[in-house]
């Protein structure tokens, strides 16, 4: 199934969070094959917010699609009819299962430029996104030469996590992205990083690699590292990139701009060798639920 992103002024998007609007009314309708709407919050929020599922769509005259929907249509009646004015067709989406994104991302994360008038389609990347056993994933696929590189015995420490889990994403049966998480307690041995981390309950980015551009891949790993993260009651994600002074490296640089703009922030080094990246997800939850 497809995905479509809509344009969506900022005071329907929050009636659509607080469950006081269902429907999102539109002019024309989207192929049959749609059932996810990613919402684009126009100015001037100019974010992408949140997604909701597409439940079913109405398609019938003005009058009778009021009929249908004006209990959660969160509008009145003078802006809907003055919406359909001199039209003989309505189209409502009834929207089911609507979440609102932690941490809003750019039109960029999908690979789009300027705000679509209307709405624009998406193909659905995160049903390729796929959770797997090490022992699952090819290790001799050249995706990981990188990181032989800049690990010394990689294909080791890979091999001894064979029954733990990784996301990762393929395009064209091509391994193009991966992920592994580490959940650390309060007492882990922090003593390689400095500044010297506090103790307390983190998520750790243990190996994290996008080689696909212009899609969306990279940011919807980082949030389903910061979900994660959330659910196991972690107060901190961080992540180590390694050889400080490989500083012209693409690769890394599209990583860094990457965890910099999800709201990560350079802490510091480990073992003078590594950067040390950090997101603060208390003041992330605090911002996001403030009033």
Known sequence: MRQ?????????????????????????????????????????????????????????????VWEQTQSKSGINRDFFDSYYAGCTKSVAYKLTTVKK?????????????????????????????????????????????????????????????????????????????????????????????????????????????VIIRGLNIGTEFLQITLNTAIDINAEEIYCTIPDLSDTNNPDKKALIKLLKRFGFYLWGTKNNSESVYVYNITKTIHRNHKR
């Open 4 to 64: 479509i992103l809509l344009s969506i002024k900022p005071e329907f998007v929050e009636k659509i969070f607080s469950g006081e609007k269902e429907f999102e009314f539109r002019k024309n309708r989207c192929k049959s094959d749609v059932n996810k709407m990613i919402i684009y919050s126009t100015a001037p929020i100019k974010k992408v917010v949140g997604t909701a599922d597409i439940e079913y769509i109405i398609e019938d005259t003005p009058s009778k």
């Open 101 to 209: 994104y932690i941490q809003p991302k750019d039109l960029s994360d999908f690979g789009i430029s300027v705000p679509p008038q209307s709405f624009v389609y998406l193909p659905n990347h995160n049903a390729k996104i796929i959770k797997k056993k090490f022992k699952q994933i090819d290790l001799q696929d050249t995706f990981f030469d990188s990181l032989r590189n800049d690990y010394d015995d990689f294909d080791i420490w890979f091999n001894t996590k064979n029954d733990e889990y990784a996301y990762v994403y393929y395009s064209d049966n091509s391994l193009k992205a991966f992920l592994y998480l580490k959940p650390e307690n309060q007492d882990e041995d922090y003593s390689d990083i400095q500044p010297m981390f506090l103790p307390k309950k983190r998520l750790k980015i243990g190996t994290f690699k």
